[in-house]
């Protein structure tokens, strides 16, 4: 039987993968709204809910489930590193595919002044979430050695 902090923790993960979807919601509606097809959906999924998930464990790391689960703590440690070569190999997926084929063939259809500023968007929330994913997942490796540190030494997360 779970104790009522293991609830409200478990609530708590809840409400923040409710909030993630939202945002992944948000950051994609001008996207879907514009476009007839967006090949790298999936990507752009990906890159917001890594960030958003990767910072909030970062921050807010006493707060989750993992707080004082060493084992599952190491072993993302180990895990984090093949990831961010995912993500990198990502990114590097969609800024070849742009730079070799412009946006041309995903907005060619879309008025002057609307073409402009969803390749923009496009352009500057993939590199934003993107990069962000990138760099917070070393970020979190080194959050998640530092908490087993202070788990193992101090008693705290």
């Known amino acids: 039987m ?3 902090r293991q609830r409200l923790l478990l609530v708590l993960e809840l409400l923040w993968w409710i909030a993630t979807a939202v945002v992944v919601l948000a950051v994609l509606y001008p996207i879907q709204k ?3 097809l967006w090949p790298f959906q999936t990507w752009n999924i990906v890159f917001v809910i890594t960030l ?3 910072t909030r464990y970062i921050f807010l790391l006493p707060h989750t489930l993992l707080a004082k689960r060493q084992e599952i703590k ?3 440690i180990i895990a984090v590193f093949p990831f961010l070569f995912f993500l990198i190999g990502g990114l590097n997926g ?3 595919y742009i730079e070799e084929n412009t946006f041309e063939a995903l907005t060619g ?3 002057a002044a609307d073409k402009k500023s969803i390749e923009n968007y496009l352009w500057n929330e993939m590199l934003f979430f993107g990069a962000g994913s990138i760099i917070a997942a070393p970020v979190l490796a080194g959050r998640l050695f530092l908490s087993i540190w202070r788990v ?3 008693g705290t997360v």
């Open 109 to 111: 259809h879309l008025p």
């Open 94 to 96: 969609f800024m070849t």
């Open 2 to 4: 779970m104790d009522k």
């Open 74 to 76: 190491v072993a993302l």
């Open 152 to 154: 193992r030494n101090r």
């Open 34 to 36: 514009a476009m007839y």
């Open 52 to 54: 958003v998930t990767l």
